[in-house]
């Protein structure tokens, strides 16, 4: 039973969204809970997966029973373990936030949103799992036009010109990325990613190779929304539904940076990439400038949604530059980047669901008198705001002190203090909603602070997992050590 835990894990979110397809026609009820029960079961066979992966090594499925190369091979191992339970925890706990905002946002079609909804999730598991070059491009496709969608489904003036810009660039991600693999195809042979690289290092003088690498790489970073490339970004987390946003922000970027690193790694070989290739230092340039660039733009923001889609493209800059700076310590923090920057996307996300929610706006004015009218999900928001700024002991810190000591030993002093520039521009704009939320009277007629709280928190069903994100923050920054240790380390000397 434990050998289909790889298949359990992404084709339970896929056939629960066929059931809610169905059921959006024959009872709009039973939607939710089919959604529900598809990622719990998804949850529940990655937990066991990641276990057995800590436990024995690489877990390999062969799709069909075609054995590889000829046959797609889902292969977990502890890197893909790791996103695999990330994407499913963070799926599960936003449909559960989600089911008041989705009802009143979209009462007419919560069948159809679940359906697309569960098919993203399906589609990030599945590029998480597989150990195939064109099924990853498959299941890539599948995870955009599903984003696609949801973005659609949000603000109707804004958010089908935001679907479509993303639509126009994604579609040139995804030919760069289907071209590179063509040119593997053509010289290897294969498909299979580790059948690849076995072929593949008799060829690294090949500029076949070269430009398979280049077109992949320019490709994903298309997908990633890296700077320069991150213009579709910030209009489509800006006016996607709350309910969509707050699973495509945290995921959808960072899944993109764990199929960089795994082209670099499994594919490519860092012999080809650090030694053969002379491109670390302009792609860590590039990351430093992306840091920048990302930290100013949402200096300018007047409006939560549009700032934290900028504190998105900064934190790109933070994985990709980690990566390539060519060490353990880099790497090790663009990892543990990818999980720690999920979760504090994810709380901060939760928090401004949460505001859409009750102050049907996320504009600097509605935030006026916050703390007293939302005091739980205003702590939440501090304690995701600290960890987005690296105050310890919350997990931002530790990803970001492991990309210093990175930087510092790649001699890469620009993107060290990039690093620590951008923390101190995060505290500036943090700091401007926390003064704005707690000393600024609320807008509506000027509140005195001194008279009665008109109190508008959240639900229970909104604050629970907005807490259980909060504390995993910590949780996860505590155990950060740990985390590297035991399976980021392991990984990378595999």
């Not at 706990?93 to 359906?115: I, K, W």
């Not at 999920?342 to 929610?357: D, I, K, P, Q, S």
């Not at 620590?420 to 000027?446: K, N, T």
Request: hydrophobic share 55%; glycine share 8%.
């Amino acid at each position: 039973m434990t050998n289909v835990f790889p298949a359990v894990v992404v084709l339970a979110p896929f056939v629960a969204a066929l059931f809610c397809s169905g059921f959006s026609w024959l009872e709009k009820r039973l939607c939710f809970p089919t959604a529900l029960i598809g990622l719990s079961v998804s949850a529940y066979a990655a937990f066991r997966l990641f276990l057995q992966v800590i436990d024995t090594g690489v877990v390999q499925y062969r799709m069909g029973g075609w054995a590889p190369p000829f046959g797609i091979e889902y292969r977990i191992d502890l890197l893909s373990g790791l996103v695999i339970m990330l994407v499913v925890l963070i799926a599960l706990l936003n449909l559960a936030a989600s089911h008041r905002s989705v009802l009143q946002d979209m009462e007419d079609r919560p069948g159809t949103f679940y359906s697309i909804y569960l098919l993203f999730v399906t589609g990030l598991l599945g590029v998480a799992s597989t150990g195939d070059l064109f099924n990853l491009y498959v299941l890539l496709e599948i995870t955009s036009l599903t984003s696609y969608a949801q973005i659609a489904m949000g603000d109707p003036d804004r958010g089908p010109l935001a679907s479509l810009n993303y639509v126009f660039i994604g579609v040139i991600g995804a030919s760069f990325y289907l071209l590179g693999v063509g040119y593997l195809y053509i010289m290897t042979g294969s498909l299979n990613m580790v059948d690849v690289a076995g072929l593949i290092e008799p060829l690294y003088s090949s500029s076949a190779v070269l430009v398979a690498f280049v077109f992949c790489m320019i490709g994903v970073w298309i997908k990633m929304a890296l700077f320069p490339l991150h213009v579709w970004l910030p209009n489509a987390y800006t006016y996607a539904p709350v309910a969509a946003a707050r699973v495509i922000a945290p995921l959808m970027t960072k899944v993109m940076v764990y199929v960089m690193i795994r082209l670099m790694l499994t594919v490519f070989g860092l012999d080809y990439v650090f030694e053969r290739l002379d491109l670390s230092q302009a792609v860590v340039w590039l990351s430093t400038l992306a840091i920048l660039a990302g930290a100013i733009m949402a200096l300018a923001q007047h409006d939560l949604r549009k700032m934290l889609a900028y504190i998105i493209v900064s934190e790109i800059g933070y994985m990709v530059g980690g990566a390539w700076l060519g060490n353990e310590l880099g790497l090790s923090g663009a990892v543990l980047h990818i999980v720690n920057d999920a979760l504090m996307t994810f709380a901060l996300f939760l928090v401004l669901g949460n505001f859409m929610y009750r102050l049907k706006g996320a504009g600097f004015t509605d935030l006026q008198g916050a703390f007293a009218r939302m005091p739980w999900t205003m702590a939440g928001f501090v304690l995701a705001g600290l960890s987005i700024i690296g105050v310890p002991p919350t997990c931002g810190f530790f990803s970001k002190w492991y990309l210093i000591l990175g930087g510092l030993q790649a001699g890469a002093y620009p993107f060290v203090a990039a690093l620590i520039l951008s923390s101190l521009i995060c505290a500036v704009l943090f700091f401007r909603v926390f003064e704005i939320g707690f000393f600024e009277p609320e807008a509506d007629g000027h509140r005195d602070m001194s008279r009665a709280v008109n109190l508008q928190e959240a639900p229970v069903s909104m604050l629970i997992p907005l807490g259980l994100t909060s504390l995993s923050l910590v949780v996860v920054g505590v155990y950060s050590g740990f985390i590297v240790e035991t399976i980021i380390l392991p990984f990378l000397r595999m």
